[in-house]
């Protein structure tokens, strides 16, 4: 038996099922291996970098470890971006990766991978010798999940190709190294103290994170915060989730609307639950001017996006923590109706999220309204992922549809991620219609992808909002009263890319095409390309505020 | 660094509009969102103004210093200050003057100068700061108008 071999066992041994990846001389050997075994999936992929990212979306729809296979050299830096953004998004991956012979000195494709893996923010785990082949797996899926990122496990080719003779039925799975999770509760006194200042206060918000949805929080979040009136909020990560209660407000932070905004001036005590309050959902700590800060969180501490540690900051578990909260407060027969007046459900019922009227270019449509139909027409079953960029500051605001998937897709503000995040979520959840709203060069960055959707027969809707431009840099260039044209880039009809690509394609220049479009695919099987044309003058609520100063 | 400059004609005398303009209780108020909190021995004002970024409010206290040439009708304004929550630090000079208008009993009042904001809003006003700063000149211009046509104060 080759180590390419027990290296694929080893895998098995983990449990593996599916795979991501691009064949090259350096995995194809374990690639064949573990291809053979009736249980596994290798899905190809056009690009190393989707590859990585679907089984990031694949990994983060299942709360399983992804895998990604790729070869050696520029197999491996094709990875640049997409292993940057899954280490920032602590998702836990391992990738398999080809590494040129060590004999070798000579190669083309020589590289110092380590280098480029820790500029990645991705943990290493080399194979130096033969013998060591399975504790590396071993350590390799272990380290994934306790450091929560991806590990690139480093395969030379020459010690690929030796012979192994280790016992492979005897591999332990990393799953009996780790102890499982343990949920652990605050100091009590600290816990004390915080539960004194949330009885005092008079308009409390608790802004859950994804901590709190990583430790089943949601419940006790609600019914804390109907003890307490508490308004409820999400970061932008968690936009949506426990979205059908009456005094949810949304997002906080730059997508916040300005409801919430006026709202969260008024806030005296901030709960934090299993979020880091950065800066991005505190807005540097502005969107709460009076506000004291209570914060739940694994870490040992953290300073928050106003560059202050929480009045109270708590240890512990979300789910834990919350129930322990709400168990004192009931127990010295605290109440308040806080946030919960009428006035505010008032508030809260008629918001229009965005009441300006725009002229709309000839031959597009308003993407506001188009997000608004997108939003109706799939049902709440159809998880919804949104892209980056000028777009996104739309669609994240005109669908509010509360789902049983939700993501925004920022980590390390790029674009071109949310289409191949979103194979890898659809994949994970055959039978399950999913969509995706991104902008027309976040697509076409990747619109190769559109092969492996159709040949994967994943129902996937890929809604484009295209500008024909990069939209967040041309409004920037319009606020400034600089030249736009630098900025807009015509694309041909996406529609038509997608069904030679093999997918369902049409180009909407109507809002009923729109319509129509999503009936359609609701209707059939397969992914579904929409190139929806939208006006370039509808500017986005955060880049108005950010951009031009408005009040809205 | 955000630049000032402002020309507007105001509908009364130039006297008039010096004498707006010369009283820093005045022009405070006409300064939106701002008002005096004290004032130290050497004449240095306690302001606060709170500023609109968008829907998010943010509260001001700066020092400010007023120099006047009353004879030329042109007068010097420094402020520097943090805010509330003490992320941010603002610095601005402005310098203002009165002259005869186009017609013949207005006057036309010139503001130049520069705003700097540094510290954590930095990122979170990006280029609409310019434009806030500009919205409140426009509404300081009307203010002034305002007040000294209903004769000051």
Redesign the interface.
């Known amino acids: 038996m080759k180590v390419s071999d027990a290296l694929a066992s080893a895998f098995l041994k983990e449990g593996v099922t599916t795979v991501f990846g691009l064949m090259g001389n350096g995995n194809m050997y374990w690639w064949h291996a573990l291809d053979q075994h009736p249980d596994v999936t290798i899905h190809e992929t056009r690009h190393e970098g989707t590859a990585l990212t679907m089984a990031e979306g694949w990994a983060r729809a299942t709360g399983e470890v992804g895998v990604c296979a790729v070869t050696q050299g520029p197999g491996l830096t094709q990875l640049a971006t997409s292993l940057t953004v899954a280490s920032r998004a602590k998702v836990p991956m391992v990738v398999f990766a080809g590494e040129t012979a060590l004999s070798d000195h000579d190669s083309v494709q020589k590289y110092n991978q380590q280098k480029f893996v820790d500029a990645t923010e991705a943990g290493f785990v080399p194979i130096w010798k033969a013998s060591e082949a399975e504790d590396a797996v071993r350590t390799a899926f272990y380290r994934a999940r306790v450091e929560s990122r991806p590990i690139v496990l480093n395969a030379p080719m020459d010690v690929q190709a030796e012979e192994y003779t280790g016992e492979i039925d005897e591999y332990e799975p990393s799953s009996t190294l780790l102890p499982g999770y343990q949920r652990i509760l605050p100091d009590p006194d600290r816990l004390r103290d915080a539960v004194t200042l949330i009885t005092e206060s008079k308009r409390p918000v608790i802004v859950a994170g994804q901590g709190a949805q990583k430790a089943g929080a949601g419940d006790a979040i609600v019914k804390l915060a109907d003890r307490v009136g508490a308004l409820l909020a999400t970061t932008l990560p968690m936009k949506g989730w426990l979205g059908d209660h009456e005094y949810h407000v949304g997002v906080s932070g730059l997508y916040a609307t ?1 409801t919430a ?2 709202l969260f ?1 008024e806030a005296d005590v901030v709960i934090g639950v299993g979020a880091s309050l950065n ?1 991005y959902t505190t ?5 709460f ?1 009076n506000a004291k800060y209570v914060q739940i969180d694994l870490q040992p501490s953290i300073v928050m996006g ?2 202050k540690r929480a009045d109270h900051y708590l240890r512990g578990d979300a789910l834990l923590t919350v129930e322990a909260i709400e168990q004192q407060l009931a127990d010295g027969g605290v109440t308040s109706n806080g946030f919960r007046t009428a006035e505010v459900r008032g508030m809260l019922a008629e918001y229009d999220p965005d009441p300006r009227d725009f002229e709309i270019d000839a031959g597009t449509v308003d993407p506001r309204r188009a997000a608004s139909i997108l939003d109706d027409a799939l049902p709440s079953s159809v998880g919804v992922i949104h892209g980056t960029g000028h777009c996104s500051g739309i669609t994240a605001f005109f669908m509010k549809k509360p789902r049983d998937l939700t993501w925004a897709i920022n980590t390390f503000g790029c674009i071109g991620q949310a289409v191949p995040t979103a194979i890898g979520a659809a994949v994970a959840r055959p039978g399950q219609a999913m969509a995706v709203v991104d902008g027309d060069a976040g697509t076409l960055m990747h619109a190769s992808e559109l092969d492996t959707a159709a040949r994967l027969g994943v129902k996937l809707l890929i809604a484009v909002f295209n500008d024909e431009a990069l939209g967040a840099e041309y409004q ?1 260039f319009v ?2 009263k600089m030249d736009a044209r630098a900025s807009a880039i015509p694309t041909p009809d996406l529609g038509a890319v997608a069904r030679a690509f093999g997918c369902r394609g049409q180009l909407c220049t109507t809002l009923d095409e729109v319509k129509a479009g999503v009936d359609e695919f609701m209707a059939g099987d397969g992914p579904m390309l929409l190139d929806i044309r939208v006006s370039r003058s509808v500017v986005s609520v955060p880049y ?9 | 660094m955000i630049e000032i400059h402002e020309r507007f004609d105001v509908p009364s005398a130039p006297e008039e509009v010096w004498a707006v303009l010369s009283d820093p209780h005045a022009v405070v108020g006409c300064v939106p969102g701002a008002s005096i909190v004290g004032q130290s021995e050497d004449g240095t004002l306690d302001t606060s103004v709170v500023v609109k970024f968008g829907p998010t409010r943010v509260t001001f206290r700066a020092q400010a210093k007023l120099e006047l040439d009353e004879a030329a009708r042109q007068g010097n304004v420094s402020a520097q200050g943090k805010d509330s929550i003490g992320g941010t630090r603002m610095r601005s000079t402005a310098r203002f003057g009165v002259t005869p208008g186009p017609g013949a009993s207005g006057s036309a009042v010139s503001i130049d100068g520069t705003v700097e904001v540094s510290g954590r809003m930095a990122s979170l006003i990006e280029g609409g700061a310019s434009l806030v700063v500009k919205r409140m000149s426009g509404e300081f211009a009307q203010r002034l108008a305002e007040r000294c046509a209903a004769g000051h104060p």
């Open positions: 300005k905004i006026e001036a800066h807005e540097h700590g502005y969107i001017p106003n560059g920037k606020s400034k108005s505020r950010l951009w031009f100063g408005e009040d809205v």
